[in-house]
């Protein structure tokens, strides 16, 4: 068996926790990997993955390596953790169980992105939480919405959101979005600020197709899991759809997730104070 131990470079404890769990493994007789965000070992084959860090980590992890198919298991040294099923603690007492396979997977659907200019594709990315896409400065901005190849209208203000169930909880809920169960295939189609009073948050089919183009030669920014930023132009058109693989996320524990979700979201207002 071999695991791959992604950490977060900028958290010196992510990377130290990383080397002990290494050590711990190897004594298992699992081979063990280490990306501490390089390129080099993306043509490495892995059955498992550990995750080290916040959910920002969690989803780097999930936009490079989710298309292996392999169980996730997220251990949260982060703010929030969502997206984590142990803290640091519980690891050791449960690296014997995962090793063995004793846990519950849980699927999370994620986005494919393709940001294309007339018939030119510019990027295709996967995403865990969202894309969204904004004005480049401080003006409001108009863009056409077309879902399942049918118009939606025109909508103008700072921008739109599009979330998965997993990123329903993230930058979607601060512009009014609602929380969706993340065992659900559906998109949340969030407005930023709207102009319209009438362009509410949506939530909609998971087999959908979602266009969205910027109208009168406004300049804007396309923005990938809070990570990648690409600069977009009126010629620029994002299509997102489902992507024909999820990530699988391991559970170690049953968990309610409406429960875990109000739990971790009191927290992290307590801890920003």
Do not use: W
């Amino acid at each position: 068996m071999k695991v791959l131990l992604v950490n977060n470079r900028h958290l010196i404890s992510t990377m130290a926790k990383a080397e002990e769990i290494s050590a711990r493994l190897m004594e298992l007789g699992v081979d063990v990997m280490i990306d501490s965000h390089s390129e080099e070992i993306t043509g490495e084959q892995f059955d498992a993955m550990i995750v080290l860090g916040g959910d920002g980590t969690m989803i780097r992890a999930a936009r490079q390596y989710s298309v292996r198919d392999v169980p996730v298991l997220g251990v949260n040294m982060g703010t929030v953790g969502f997206l984590s099923s142990i803290t640091p603690a519980e690891l050791d007492d449960c690296l014997d169980r995962f090793i063995a396979g004793d846990y519950e997977i849980e699927e999370r659907m994620l986005l494919e992105v393709d940001v294309c200019q007339g018939q030119t594709l510019i990027s295709r990315n996967f995403s865990l939480n969202e894309v969204s896409m904004k004005s480049k400065g401080s003006r409001a901005i108009t863009i056409d919405v077309k879902i399942g190849g049918k118009e939606n209208g025109v909508y103008r203000g700072d921008g739109i959101i599009v979330a998965t169930p997993s990123g329903s909880t993230a930058y979607s809920l601060s512009c009014g979005g609602p929380i969706t169960d993340p065992i659900l295939d559906a998109f949340v189609m969030t407005p930023i600020t709207s102009y319209y009073l009438n362009k509410r948050p949506l939530v909609i089919g998971g087999g959908q197709q979602i266009e969205l183009q910027p109208l009168h030669g406004e300049e804007v920014v396309i923005t990938i899991d809070g990570q990648i930023r690409i600069n977009g132009q009126e010629s620029y058109v994002v299509n997102v759809r489902r992507a024909q693989h999820k990530l699988r996320l391991v559970n170690m524990r049953p968990r309610y997730f409406f429960h875990t979700i109000m739990k971790r979201l009191r927290r992290s207002s307590e801890d920003f104070r």
